[in-house]
C-alpha cells in the first residue's frame, strides 16, 4: 500500500513534514481568472501555484497514470486530437451531440477515491488520500466543497480516469445497438447509419447520468442535437461533409481568405496575425488541400510567413 508522503518524499528530497506543509494550503493556492465563453457568459479558470503544480505532476508521474482511460475518452490523450474525434463519426448518416453542465467542477475527491478504490493497480492509505484530496482539488468553487479545477495539470487526467466507468456503459450500450461513441472531455459525440435509434440513445444517457452513483452529472439540453446528412454537421469544430470527408466549413474558409488578404496588405496587429497562425495550422490539421490552394492563390512565402516557418520547409 502506498503512503503518498513517504513515496513523493523520497523522490523530491524533501522531508515529508515540509511537504505535507505545503500540500495542507495547496486547495487555497489558486491563481482564479475568467475567460469569455463564445455562447456567452464565462468560464472561470482557476490555476494552481507554480509549486503546486509541480507536485500535481509529480504525483500524476508516480501514482495517478496507472488508472485507466476508456477508448472512448479522445480528449488530453497523446496522439489524438478534435479531428480522430470527428472521423470516428465521419461516415454514419445521423449524429447525436450531448453536453455536460460545469463539467469539472462536477468532479469531486470522492470520485477519484471511487476510481482509484476500483483498481487493483494502485492501492492507497487513507491518510494518503486526503493527501491527494487536498493536493489535486481546488477549494474556491462557488459549488462548495473541494472541485476540479480548470486550470490544473492534473484535471484533464482525473476527468477521463473518473469518467471511465461511465464510458464503459455508454460504450456497452452503444455497441448492442450499432451506434459509435466518442466523448471529447464535456463533448459526447454518437453517430449511427439507423434512424430512430439516437433518440432512445439520448434518453439512456440522461437516465444513466441521473441515476450512476459517480460521478454526478448533468446534460445541458440546450446543446443537445440530434442532426442527419442534410443538416451541417459538426464535431468538436470539424465540419463532416455529405460525403464523409472532413472540412474547416465555408465560413470559416471565407474569414481566413480575407485574413490573409489583409496581412498582404498589412493590415493585421501582431495579434491578429498571431491568430491567424492559429487558424492556419487548424487547416493543415483538419482540411490541408486548402491549406495548399491558399499557398497557390497568395504564394507559398507568404503563408509560410504567417505560419512562422522558414522558407524551405514545405507545407504538408
Known sequence: MINVLEYMSS????????????IRSAPNRYKVFEIPKRTGGV??????AKEIKFLQRVALRLFLHKLPVHSAAMA???GL?????AFKHKSSSYILKMDFKDFFPSITPADLRRSIA?????????????HLDRLLFWAGHEAGGLRLSIGAPTSPFISNAVMFNFDSVIEDLCRRHNVTYSRYADDLTFSTSEDEVLNRIAAYVRETCATIDWPRLHINAK???NVSKKHRRVVTGVVITPE????????????????VHAFLKGALSEEQTEKLRGELAFCNAIEPDFLRRLSIKYGEQTILNIMGRPARKPLR
Do not use: W
Not at 468560464?43 to 494552481?48: F, T, Y
Open 11 to 22: 523522490e523530491l528530497g524533501m522531508t515529508p513534514a515540509f511537504l505535507e506543509s505545503i
Open 43 to 48: 468560464r472561470v479558470i482557476a490555476q494552481p
Open 76 to 78: 488530453y490523450q497523446n
Open 81 to 85: 486530437s478534435i479531428r480522430d474525434n
Open 118 to 130: 476500483c483498481q487493483s493497480a494502485i492501492t492507497i492509505d487513507e491518510a494518503s488520500l486526503i
Open 223 to 225: 446543446k443537445t442535437v
Open 244 to 259: 464523409g470527408s472532413l472540412s474547416i466549413g465555408h465560413t470559416r474558409k471565407r474569414q481566413i481568405r480575407a485574413r
